[in-house]
């Protein structure tokens, strides 16, 4: 029998395709007095990958989560989460969303295991399943060595590896994990990060939230730069670069000295760069993204100019950040 899809019979239900998005907002509002937190927010996180909310403190980062998590009713706009809306179906939406909030939350008395073991029996996994998914997650976040140890004599490190652990309980699509790098020391951070990335290869999406940029400026695939309630931009950095013309420089290095230099920066001058001589080198600024530096060394080439090494420094999200956000403080 062939498999293909003309085969199918018109009988035979086909199954609806999964949501493209994994989670969708539009017109976010969430009000507190006066103080709109989130102010008319829209997001578009793609199946798959790691999608970062970047934004100051007071930004609308956790509300904008809570309400994403079932956690929070929204005054105003609509979430979905891969076809469930978490203000009609909050229970659907529990089912497929693992939570990691911004606090811990202790349970004195309970060991690593009872922890998670509680959660999992919270969740509904079924009891005869229950100790392997508490064993794979132990590992997982590398706690096996604590899984009698109570909670409370855990590292603040560990702390957050246990809280990422509880929200993954019930094997969620999509994890939320509200600034859970924040208080870490380095080493910490790149335990988390290895664990963050480990669970995108395996196929779970995750949303993850940070005001330190420098966390999240290797890990996610996308971001949303989020302020005084609103999302400035969206898309991967280069995407968001690209809209914000933020400028890059590009560091140039030709053959036949001084004089080829000379040259060098004149022609990069006529692009449009800002061009800084530098010892044996130029720097040039550039705005306009890919397109602006590749139109740069096009014109060097064309002009003559024996190019060595052409290396452009687009910064990191920090100074995307930076050049997307007016600083606003609430
Ligand atoms: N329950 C609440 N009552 C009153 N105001 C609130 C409440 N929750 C949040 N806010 C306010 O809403 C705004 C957004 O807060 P939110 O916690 O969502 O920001 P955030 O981006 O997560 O900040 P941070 O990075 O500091 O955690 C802030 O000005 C905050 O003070």
Redesign the pocket.
């Given at each position: 029998m062939s498999d293909t899809i003309e085969s199918v019979s018109d009988d035979v239900p086909v199954p609806p395709p999964p949501p493209a998005a994994a989670v969708t907002v539009r017109g976010l509002t969430k009000r507190?007095?006066d103080?709109a937190?989130?102010d008319g927010l829209d997001l578009d996180v793609p199946r798959g990958g790691v999608f970062g909310l970047v934004?100051?403190?007071?930004?609308?980062?956790?509300?904008?989560?809570l309400a994403t998590v079932t956690l929070l009713r929204p005054d105003e706009g609509r979430i979905d989460v891969l076809g469930h809306d978490p203000v009609t179906d909050p229970r659907a939406v529990r089912g497929v969303v693992g939570y990691v909030p911004?606090t811990f939350g202790l349970y004195d008395g309970l060991s690593c295991r009872e922890y998670l073991d509680f959660f999992a029996a919270a969740y509904e996994v079924p009891r005869e399943g229950r100790a392997a998914q508490v064993d794979a997650l132990l590992e997982l976040v590398e706690l096996s060595h604590k899984a009698a140890t109570d909670v409370a004599g855990l590292s603040r490190g560990m702390q957050q590896r246990l809280s990422l652990a509880r929200g993954l309980v019930h094997d969620p699509q999509v994890l939320v994990a509200?600034?859970p790098a924040s208080g870490l020391d380095p080493r910490a951070r790149v335990e988390l990060r290895e664990i963050v990335k480990e669970l995108a290869v395996q196929g779970v999406t995750i949303v993850i939230?940070s005001?330190i940029l420098a966390e999240l400026d290797e890990l996610c695939d996308r971001v949303a730069i989020?302020e005084a309630?609103k999302v400035l931009a969206q898309g991967t950095a280069d995407e968001i670069r690209g809209a914000v013309q933020a400028s890059s420089t590009v560091t140039v290095r030709v053959l036949g000295g001084e004089d080829a230099l000379a040259v060098a920066a004149t022609l990069a001058a006529g692009t449009g760069a800002l061009v800084t001589p530098e010892e044996g080198r130029l720097r040039c600024e550039v705005v306009g993204g890919e397109a602006a530096a590749a139109e740069l060394l096009r014109t060097l080439v064309v002009g003559g100019v024996r190019v060595t090494d052409f290396r452009e420094d687009r910064g990191g999200l920090e100074r995307l950040f930076l050049s997307v956000t007016q600083g606003v403080v609430?």
């Open positions: 507190y007095g103080l937190a989130v934004g100051p403190n007071g930004a609308g980062k956790t509300t904008t989560m911004d509200d600034e939230s005001h989020v309630g609430r």
